[in-house]
């Protein structure tokens, strides 16, 4: 029998397939679906920062309007209780998975201050997650600060909530670095446990009509996979922590690409998003067919044998490639 169990910062997996943060990971059916079809984990919608205090000073405006007003009005205000103004509600969505899953649940969080990575790192943990997934998806715009500035304080954050909490912690990074496996290495020896590669980055779009920029999101496509898969082919065994794939995973043969180039884990979310939860289970019957058929025994047989380190032309991660793509491609353009 094909063995697909693994482990991911330190918890033992029965599948090499996570569900990535999305809807469905946030709906009570959806989870209950994943760990039915056979997931391996999942990571709840991320805790964002700035969402609760922009509900905690919206609250306060609230509770201050007519505050001069006459003092029989005072029944006017309304009663805190009814609002949610903290993480209160996303911290009960992770003990309430944590309580129905026979997986492990693995918590989001997109902080964007020093203290707000600690603060809310600690509560989830508190709250029962078994990792936390720290979504740095960090945006430098000010010209006066330097790459250098952005990486150093990202190393710093890392370390810190490593040091605050008693959980593995996975940072999950933007493919937009001078140099990646440098960062790897600091962020590994910051202690982090896994690196996530990568998030997508979302742009805004300019509206023609109102001259504004509106939101504009893109769900992934299977040829997104292809840059999270040779980062980790370089980086597998060369950086001293797990590395986990997400973006373009959407069917058995991406997960089998990723495992193959060194990942610990396949994280997938369009798919699920698209096809249902349910779509775990063919893919991951897909994925013992393609091991049987390939001899491969188990998981942890088959990792990281077409890594940078394991083919024959190590080079072809890199850019002797480069040239090879573009002078083989040819026009379909009629002459």
Do not use: C
Not at 120 to 135: F, Q, T
Not at 296 to 315: C, E, F, H, K, M
């Amino acid at each position: 029998m094909t063995d697909l169990s693994t482990e991911y910062l330190g918890l033992r997996l029965r599948s090499p397939l996570v569900a990535s943060s999305s809807p469905v990971t946030g709906d009570p059916d959806g989870l209950s679906g994943l760990d039915d079809a056979g997931i391996g984990a999942v990571v709840l919608p991320s805790l964002f920062e700035e969402q609760i205090v922009h509900e905690a000073l919206e609250v306060d405006r609230m509770l201050a309007t007519g505050a001069d007003a006459f003092g029989e009005a005072a029944s006017y205000f309304p009663e805190l209780d009814s609002y949610n103004t903290g993480p209160d509600h996303y911290l009960a969505r992770v003990t309430e998975a944590r309580a129905v899953l026979s997986v492990p649940v693995i918590a989001s969080l997109n902080a964007v201050s020093g203290g707000g990575w600690v603060h809310y790192g600690k509560l989830l943990a508190d709250a029962g997650a078994d990792a936390l997934e720290l979504n740095a998806n960090l945006v430098a715009t000010d010209p006066m600060v330097s790459g250098a500035d952005v990486e150093d304080a990202l190393v710093a954050m890392v370390s810190e909530v490593v040091a605050a909490v008693d959980v593995p912690v996975a940072v999950k990074l933007g493919p937009y670095w001078s140099s990646l496996p440098h960062l790897a290495v600091r962020l590994a020896d910051a202690g982090a446990g896994a690196l996530v590669l990568f998030n997508r980055p979302f742009a805004p779009d300019l509206d023609l009509d109102d001259l504004v920029m509106v939101p504009h999101l893109t769900l992934s496509e299977p040829n997104d996979l292809l840059v999270p898969l040779r980062w980790i082919g370089l980086l597998a065994g060369r950086v001293d922590t797990e590395l986990a794939a997400t973006s373009g995973v959407h069917d058995a043969a991406a997960v089998a690409k990723v495992l193959l180039a060194g990942a610990q884990v396949a994280m997938m979310a369009t798919a699920l998003l698209r096809h249902g939860p349910g779509h775990v289970a063919p893919v991951l019957d897909d994925l013992r067919s393609w091991m049987a058929e390939h001899e491969y025994d188990s998981v942890d047989q088959l990792r990281g044998s077409a890594s940078w380190r394991g083919i024959a032309d190590p080079a072809a991660y890199e850019r002797s490639n480069y040239l090879q793509t573009l002078t083989s491609y040819s026009s379909t353009f009629p002459h």
